[in-house]
């Protein structure tokens, strides 16, 4: 009995030892934006302002290459053991998926592109480098990159050393046919408690502003807000943020715009709308307070098809649970003409692109 007793503490002081490692070199090497940071853009469009009154906007949430419709996700299940849940696609999946996503700005044409989950260096898409392969296909137009999740070993599924997720460097990534005057970074507030906060996002917003032929300007906001917090006190906290910036730009004169992955719903919108009664547990949102905004206020999406499904599973048309998680909101000054998502049964990613039209004078 000696020897089994000996090898199972062997085995669970190399876990502590593990562990203990991954904690030290996670604090040492923990990201800690500043709460504001100018961008530098990557790169620039020729076109110094907005002439038309008349734009057009997509977000899309890319899933970092990662998540296609054959893909499953172990984290939103458990961190602890992925068992046969996916930790990341396959080499030629990520590759199919990455063709995908990257050549967006070609396949959808859009003034303003808003992108979440944009993979620079990470080893769940094999370190192909996205942001960079969005930019070559928008040549000649600005795009600004604005990290969010930088992680040198995420640990996780944590009794499966060996599968680790590994390093990560992710963002939102911003692209324009039209040159902002000013491309910023504002740190979102709320953290997880230490040490879950070391392997977690640093969720921003990316904000860009555009000068118009009116003589006004256009502030428009790129955002991905919390997704694994199940009480909800740090998505109050972003969102709490996220409302005073709207109204005090707002109360400036400018046209306001924020558009992305809001890991929420909308007002009045169900999370179960499109499939009655199959909501999974990790889909907590109950969707955002009516009273969040003034009523002139306008939440802006597409109810007749599903944004988002659920990555527990390959998805299955009509079994796969689905929600609607991507939209725009717009300032009272905004007129929306058309809205629309981008029906690709998730083809390249968990999300789909939802496109937006606006007239802005």
């Known amino acids: 009995m000696k020897k089994p007793i000996l090898y199972f503490l062997w085995l669970l002081s190399m876990f502590a030892l593990y562990f203990g490692v991954i904690l030290v070199y996670g604090t040492l090497t923990d990201y800690q934006p500043e709460v504001f940071l100018k ?16 734009i057009s906007l997509m977000t899309w949430n890319l899933g970092y ?47 303003i592109y808003l992108f979440q989950e944009v993979d620079s260096s990470s080893k769940r898409s094999y370190y192909l480098n996205q942001y960079e392969a969005l930019m ?33 460097n992710s963002g939102l990534a911003t692209i324009s046919k039209y040159q902002p005057y000013a491309t910023e970074r504002w740190q979102l507030p709320g953290k997880f408690p230490w040490p879950t906060r070391l392997f977690m996002l ?15 300007k256009l502030i428009v906001i790129n955002i991905h807000n919390e997704a694994f917090d199940g009480e909800g006190t740090i998505k109050k906290l972003q969102m709490a ?38 909501t999974p547990s990790d889909y907590t949102t109950q969707g955002i307070d009516s009273a969040f905004l003034p009523e002139d206020w306008r939440w802006i999406y597409d109810p ?12 299955v048309k009509g079994e796969t649970f ?28 968990d999300h789909q692109p939802v496109w937006m039209e606006a007239k802005l004078w």
């Open 39 to 54: 961008i530098k853009p990557s790169q620039k469009s020729d076109q110094q302002e907005i002439a038309d009154s008349v």
């Open 65 to 111: 290459g990662g998540l296609g419709a054959e893909a499953t996700f172990f984290y939103n299940r458990s961190t602890l053991y992925a068992g046969k849940m996916m930790v990341r696609s396959s080499k030629p999946l990520v590759e199919k998926y990455f063709k995908g996503t990257s050549s967006a700005p070609e396949r959808w044409k859009a003034d």
């Open 136 to 168: 070559q296909h928008a040549k000649g137009q600005f795009a600004a990159y604005f990290p969010n999740f930088v992680v040198k070993r995420v640990p996780a599924p944590l009794l499966e050393p060996w599968r680790a997720f590994g390093e990560v």
């Open 202 to 216: 640093d969720r921003c917003l990316g904000v860009t502003r555009f000068n118009l032929k009116n003589g006004k």
């Open 241 to 278: 943020f996220l409302k005073t910036m709207l109204l005090q730009e707002y109360q400036k004169g400018n046209y306001v715009i924020a558009g992305g992955d809001w890991n929420t719903g909308p007002p009045f919108f169900p999370v179960d709308r499109f499939i009655k009664g199959k």
């Open 304 to 315: 007749t098809l599903p944004s988002n499904r659920a990555n527990s599973q390959a998805y």
């Open 322 to 349: 689905v929600t609607l998680l991507d939209f725009f909101l717009v300032s009272p000054n905004v007129q929306v003409t058309s809205v629309k998502c981008i029906d690709q049964q998730f083809r390249d990613s």
